[in-house]
Protein backbone atom coordinates (compact mmCIF):
# COMPACT_ATOMS: atom_id res chain seq x y z
CA UNK A 1 0.00 0.00 0.00
CA UNK A 2 2.77 2.44 0.66
CA UNK A 3 4.72 1.22 -2.21
CA UNK A 4 1.79 2.81 -4.14
CA UNK A 5 1.59 6.01 -2.21
CA UNK A 6 5.56 7.36 -2.62
CA UNK A 7 4.87 6.43 -6.55
CA UNK A 8 2.07 8.29 -6.60
CA UNK A 9 3.84 11.21 -4.79
CA UNK A 10 6.80 11.18 -7.21
CA UNK A 11 5.20 10.22 -10.28
CA UNK A 12 2.59 13.58 -9.80
CA UNK A 13 6.21 15.59 -9.15
CA UNK A 14 7.90 14.01 -12.19
CA UNK A 15 4.79 13.68 -14.79
CA UNK A 16 3.27 17.64 -13.45
CA UNK A 17 -0.07 16.11 -11.86
CA UNK A 18 -1.70 18.33 -9.02
CA UNK A 19 -3.00 15.32 -7.52
CA UNK A 20 -0.55 13.56 -4.61
CA UNK A 21 -0.67 10.25 -2.77
CA UNK A 22 -4.79 9.27 -1.38
CA UNK A 23 -2.53 8.93 2.18
CA UNK A 24 -0.06 9.71 3.58
CA UNK A 25 3.29 7.86 3.48
CA UNK A 26 5.40 9.77 5.59
CA UNK A 27 4.31 12.82 7.99
CA UNK A 28 6.22 15.03 10.08
CA UNK A 29 4.00 15.92 12.84
CA UNK A 30 5.10 18.75 15.58
CA UNK A 31 3.96 17.76 18.79
CA UNK A 32 5.28 20.43 20.57
CA UNK A 33 6.58 23.95 19.53
CA UNK A 34 8.18 25.23 22.83
CA UNK A 35 12.12 24.72 23.02
CA UNK A 36 14.87 25.91 25.26
CA UNK A 37 17.08 27.40 22.86
CA UNK A 38 17.01 30.72 20.98
CA UNK A 39 19.10 29.26 18.08
CA UNK A 40 20.48 32.04 15.77
CA UNK A 41 19.79 30.45 12.41
CA UNK A 42 16.09 28.99 13.38
CA UNK A 43 12.85 30.09 12.45
CA UNK A 44 11.26 30.03 16.01
CA UNK A 45 13.76 32.45 16.45
CA UNK A 46 13.07 35.05 13.93
CA UNK A 47 9.62 34.64 12.72
CA UNK A 48 7.32 32.21 14.40
CA UNK A 49 4.78 33.92 16.23
CA UNK A 50 2.24 31.23 17.01
CA UNK A 51 0.92 31.05 20.60
CA UNK A 52 2.97 27.66 22.48
CA UNK A 53 0.99 24.88 21.86
CA UNK A 54 1.80 20.68 23.06
CA UNK A 55 -0.39 18.32 20.91
CA UNK A 56 -2.96 16.77 22.16
CA UNK A 57 -3.10 12.70 23.31
CA UNK A 58 -6.99 12.43 21.58
CA UNK A 59 -5.39 14.14 18.20
CA UNK A 60 -1.91 12.71 17.24
CA UNK A 61 -3.26 9.07 17.95
CA UNK A 62 -6.32 10.24 15.73
CA UNK A 63 -3.18 11.43 13.25
CA UNK A 64 -1.93 7.99 13.49
CA UNK A 65 -4.73 5.56 13.28
CA UNK A 66 -6.55 7.33 10.76
CA UNK A 67 -3.43 6.86 8.33
CA UNK A 68 -1.98 3.30 8.93
CA UNK A 69 -1.56 0.76 6.78
CA UNK A 70 0.42 3.39 4.71
CA UNK A 71 1.96 5.34 7.12
CA UNK A 72 5.31 4.65 6.78
CA UNK A 73 6.90 6.93 9.58
CA UNK A 74 6.27 9.53 11.46
CA UNK A 75 9.18 12.68 12.11
CA UNK A 76 8.04 14.43 15.21
CA UNK A 77 10.03 17.11 15.11
CA UNK A 78 8.84 21.02 13.84
CA UNK A 79 9.36 24.31 15.25
CA UNK A 80 10.09 22.79 18.88
CA UNK A 81 12.39 20.47 20.75
CA UNK A 82 10.43 17.18 21.11
CA UNK A 83 11.88 16.61 24.88
CA UNK A 84 10.08 19.60 25.89
CA UNK A 85 6.32 17.35 25.50
CA UNK A 86 5.47 16.14 28.47
CA UNK A 87 4.47 12.93 27.06
CA UNK A 88 7.29 12.44 24.24
CA UNK A 89 7.81 8.64 25.08
CA UNK A 90 4.00 7.50 25.18
CA UNK A 91 3.93 9.15 21.39
CA UNK A 92 6.56 6.94 20.41
CA UNK A 93 5.69 3.82 22.11
CA UNK A 94 1.91 4.52 20.58
CA UNK A 95 3.20 5.07 16.80
CA UNK A 96 5.68 1.71 16.95
CA UNK A 97 3.03 -0.28 18.79
CA UNK A 98 1.15 0.49 15.42
CA UNK A 99 3.55 -0.23 13.27
CA UNK A 100 4.84 3.53 12.55
CA UNK A 101 8.30 4.24 12.37
CA UNK A 102 9.95 7.39 14.46
CA UNK A 103 12.18 9.71 13.64
CA UNK A 104 13.12 12.66 16.33
CA UNK A 105 16.08 15.54 16.26
CA UNK A 106 16.89 16.54 19.67
CA UNK A 107 19.34 19.70 20.90
CA UNK A 108 20.20 16.95 23.48
CA UNK A 109 19.91 19.53 26.25
CA UNK A 110 17.68 17.59 28.19
CA UNK A 111 18.81 14.09 26.82
CA UNK A 112 19.95 13.13 30.58
CA UNK A 113 20.81 9.42 31.29
CA UNK A 114 17.02 8.96 32.17
CA UNK A 115 15.81 9.97 29.18
CA UNK A 116 18.52 8.32 27.36
CA UNK A 117 17.66 5.02 28.83
CA UNK A 118 13.58 5.88 28.15
CA UNK A 119 14.00 6.46 24.90
CA UNK A 120 15.94 3.71 23.98
CA UNK A 121 13.27 1.51 25.50
CA UNK A 122 10.74 2.59 23.21
CA UNK A 123 12.85 0.77 20.18
CA UNK A 124 12.75 4.22 18.58
CA UNK A 125 13.98 4.31 14.87
CA UNK A 126 15.90 6.86 13.78
CA UNK A 127 17.45 9.76 16.40
CA UNK A 128 19.19 12.89 15.29
CA UNK A 129 22.01 14.73 17.58
CA UNK A 130 21.71 18.03 16.08
CA UNK A 131 25.11 19.60 17.44
CA UNK A 132 26.81 22.66 15.21
CA UNK A 133 30.37 23.09 15.64
CA UNK A 134 32.89 21.88 17.35
CA UNK A 135 33.94 23.94 19.85
CA UNK A 136 32.05 26.54 22.38
CA UNK A 137 33.07 29.51 20.61
CA UNK A 138 30.93 27.78 17.40
CA UNK A 139 28.60 26.32 18.69
CA UNK A 140 27.02 28.42 21.24
CA UNK A 141 27.44 31.37 18.94
CA UNK A 142 24.36 30.44 17.51
CA UNK A 143 22.63 27.50 20.11
CA UNK A 144 21.53 30.07 22.08
CA UNK A 145 21.32 29.08 25.61
CA UNK A 146 23.26 25.65 25.17
CA UNK A 147 26.29 24.83 26.55
CA UNK A 148 28.32 22.84 24.49
CA UNK A 149 30.37 20.49 26.69
CA UNK A 150 26.98 19.30 28.14
CA UNK A 151 25.50 18.39 24.98
CA UNK A 152 28.29 16.70 23.67
CA UNK A 153 28.78 14.96 26.66
CA UNK A 154 24.48 14.08 26.51
CA UNK A 155 25.04 12.70 23.11
CA UNK A 156 28.49 10.54 23.78
CA UNK A 157 26.32 8.92 26.49
CA UNK A 158 23.60 8.24 24.38
CA UNK A 159 25.52 6.54 22.07
CA UNK A 160 27.51 4.57 24.22
CA UNK A 161 24.32 3.57 25.61
CA UNK A 162 22.62 2.58 22.40
CA UNK A 163 25.48 0.66 21.73
CA UNK A 164 25.58 -1.24 24.90
CA UNK A 165 22.09 -2.46 24.69
CA UNK A 166 22.56 -3.46 21.40
CA UNK A 167 19.65 -1.02 20.18
CA UNK A 168 18.70 -1.06 16.53
CA UNK A 169 18.29 3.06 16.62
CA UNK A 170 19.98 4.46 13.92
CA UNK A 171 21.74 7.45 15.56
CA UNK A 172 23.63 10.08 13.60
CA UNK A 173 25.26 13.75 14.70
CA UNK A 174 24.02 16.30 12.50
CA UNK A 175 26.04 19.82 11.57
CA UNK A 176 24.62 22.50 10.06
CA UNK A 177 27.04 24.10 7.31
CA UNK A 178 26.68 28.15 8.61
CA UNK A 179 29.33 30.72 9.06
CA UNK A 180 30.02 30.04 12.24
CA UNK A 181 31.22 26.10 11.68
CA UNK A 182 32.30 26.15 8.32
CA UNK A 183 36.23 26.42 8.88
CA UNK A 184 36.22 23.76 10.25
CA UNK A 185 33.36 20.97 8.79
CA UNK A 186 36.25 18.65 7.65
CA UNK A 187 36.97 17.94 11.09
CA UNK A 188 33.71 17.50 12.25
CA UNK A 189 33.84 13.64 11.60
CA UNK A 190 37.50 13.80 13.27
CA UNK A 191 35.82 15.00 16.65
CA UNK A 192 33.26 12.74 16.50
CA UNK A 193 35.35 9.46 15.19
CA UNK A 194 35.29 7.86 18.74
CA UNK A 195 32.37 8.49 19.88
CA UNK A 196 31.31 6.68 16.92
CA UNK A 197 27.62 7.15 15.68
CA UNK A 198 25.93 5.19 13.08
CA UNK A 199 25.74 8.31 10.43
CA UNK A 200 27.37 12.16 10.37
CA UNK A 201 24.99 14.47 8.79
CA UNK A 202 26.47 17.98 7.41
CA UNK A 203 23.51 19.73 6.68
CA UNK A 204 22.83 22.84 4.78
CA UNK A 205 20.84 25.83 6.01
CA UNK A 206 17.51 26.25 4.06
CA UNK A 207 15.50 28.95 3.13
CA UNK A 208 15.15 29.67 7.54
CA UNK A 209 18.55 30.86 6.83
CA UNK A 210 17.42 33.63 3.69
CA UNK A 211 18.35 36.38 6.47
CA UNK A 212 21.67 35.58 7.11
CA UNK A 213 24.77 36.68 5.45
CA UNK A 214 26.11 33.18 4.52
CA UNK A 215 23.33 32.21 2.07
CA UNK A 216 25.97 32.04 -0.47
CA UNK A 217 23.76 29.64 -2.84
CA UNK A 218 20.52 29.01 -4.21
CA UNK A 219 18.58 25.53 -4.84
CA UNK A 220 16.26 24.78 -7.80
CA UNK A 221 13.30 27.15 -7.58
CA UNK A 222 11.09 25.45 -10.15
CA UNK A 223 8.03 23.23 -8.91
CA UNK A 224 8.77 21.78 -4.95
CA UNK A 225 8.97 18.72 -4.59
CA UNK A 226 7.70 18.81 -1.02
CA UNK A 227 4.53 19.56 -2.43
CA UNK A 228 3.59 16.06 -2.55
CA UNK A 229 5.53 13.96 -0.74
CA UNK A 230 5.87 15.22 2.60
CA UNK A 231 3.20 17.71 4.45
CA UNK A 232 3.41 18.77 8.42
CA UNK A 233 1.14 18.65 11.16
CA UNK A 234 1.36 22.08 13.25
CA UNK A 235 1.36 21.34 17.30
CA UNK A 236 -2.25 22.62 16.89
CA UNK A 237 -3.49 20.55 14.38
CA UNK A 238 -3.46 22.60 11.37
CA UNK A 239 -1.79 21.02 8.18
CA UNK A 240 0.94 22.82 6.42
CA UNK A 241 1.68 21.65 2.77
CA UNK A 242 5.42 21.31 3.90
CA UNK A 243 8.01 21.97 7.03
CA UNK A 244 9.19 25.26 5.75
CA UNK A 245 5.35 27.18 6.54
CA UNK A 246 6.70 28.20 9.83
CA UNK A 247 3.54 30.32 11.17
CA UNK A 248 0.47 28.89 8.82
CA UNK A 249 0.96 31.04 6.59
CA UNK A 250 -0.27 28.63 3.83
CA UNK A 251 -3.04 26.55 5.94
CA UNK A 252 -4.91 23.57 4.36
CA UNK A 253 -6.94 22.65 7.21
CA UNK A 254 -7.24 21.48 10.52
CA UNK A 255 -7.11 17.89 12.06
CA UNK A 256 -10.58 18.54 14.03
CA UNK A 257 -12.62 19.64 11.11
CA UNK A 258 -11.51 16.68 8.56
CA UNK A 259 -9.38 13.65 8.32
CA UNK A 260 -6.02 14.02 7.03
CA UNK A 261 -6.81 12.10 3.42
CA UNK A 262 -9.34 14.62 2.80
CA UNK A 263 -6.85 17.53 3.34
CA UNK A 264 -3.71 16.42 1.43
CA UNK A 265 -5.85 16.57 -2.01
CA UNK A 266 -8.40 19.54 -1.03
CA UNK A 267 -8.39 21.89 -3.62
CA UNK A 268 -5.78 24.15 -1.94
CA UNK A 269 -3.46 22.15 -2.00
CA UNK A 270 -4.24 21.36 -5.54
CA UNK A 271 -3.69 25.27 -6.20
CA UNK A 272 -0.37 24.94 -4.79
CA UNK A 273 1.05 22.57 -6.97
CA UNK A 274 -0.53 23.93 -10.00
CA UNK A 275 0.91 27.41 -9.52
CA UNK A 276 4.39 25.60 -9.37
CA UNK A 277 3.71 23.33 -12.14
CA UNK A 278 2.49 26.56 -14.02
CA UNK A 279 6.02 28.05 -12.61
CA UNK A 280 4.50 30.87 -11.39
CA UNK A 281 6.54 29.89 -7.36
CA UNK A 282 7.54 33.39 -7.19
CA UNK A 283 3.64 34.79 -6.39
CA UNK A 284 3.33 32.66 -3.41
CA UNK A 285 5.54 34.83 -1.03
CA UNK A 286 6.30 31.70 1.39
CA UNK A 287 7.44 29.70 -1.96
CA UNK A 288 9.16 32.87 -3.74
CA UNK A 289 12.48 32.79 -1.62
CA UNK A 290 12.40 28.90 -0.04
CA UNK A 291 15.85 27.81 -0.46
CA UNK A 292 14.58 24.30 0.16
CA UNK A 293 16.64 21.79 -1.25
CA UNK A 294 14.70 19.62 -4.12
CA UNK A 295 15.95 16.38 -5.44
CA UNK A 296 16.46 15.23 -9.11
CA UNK A 297 13.32 13.43 -10.24
CA UNK A 298 15.47 10.66 -11.05
CA UNK A 299 16.86 11.02 -7.53
CA UNK A 300 12.94 11.24 -6.39
CA UNK A 301 12.13 8.05 -8.20
CA UNK A 302 14.98 6.29 -7.12
CA UNK A 303 13.96 6.67 -3.70
CA UNK A 304 10.47 5.87 -4.43
CA UNK A 305 11.43 2.47 -4.30
CA UNK A 306 12.58 2.33 -0.76
CA UNK A 307 10.88 2.23 2.03
CA UNK A 308 10.95 5.92 4.46
CA UNK A 309 12.84 4.44 7.28
CA UNK A 310 15.84 3.53 4.98
CA UNK A 311 15.87 6.31 2.65
CA UNK A 312 15.85 8.35 6.44
CA UNK A 313 19.05 5.71 7.17
CA UNK A 314 20.46 6.89 3.31
CA UNK A 315 20.38 10.52 3.66
CA UNK A 316 22.92 11.58 6.17
CA UNK A 317 25.49 9.74 3.61
CA UNK A 318 24.11 11.64 0.57
CA UNK A 319 23.86 14.94 2.05
CA UNK A 320 27.41 15.35 3.54
CA UNK A 321 28.97 14.44 0.69
CA UNK A 322 26.62 16.86 -1.53
CA UNK A 323 27.75 19.48 1.54
CA UNK A 324 31.29 18.48 1.30
CA UNK A 325 31.31 19.11 -2.52
CA UNK A 326 29.43 22.75 -2.25
CA UNK A 327 31.52 23.69 0.91
Known amino acids: MALADRLVATGGYVTNSVRGPRNAYRLVVEITNA ?68 AISTNCTLLDEKRSRMLLETKIDHVTLAIDGISPEEYESVRVGGKFQAVVENAKRFIRMKRATHSKTFVVVQCIAMTETRKHLQNVRDFWADAGPDALRIRQLTHTGNKREDNVYVNGRGRCYWLWAEPMILSNGTVVPCCQDVD ?41 NCNMYQPSPLTALGASVFNTNTVNRLVPFVETQFSRYRY
Do not use: W
Open 35 to 102: CNLECTFCARTTEMTRPIVHMKREMFEKLILGNIPELETVGLNGLGEPFCHPHLFDYIRFARKHGVGV
Open 248 to 288: AKLPLGNLDDKPLREILNGERMQELRQTHIAGKRSTIPLCE
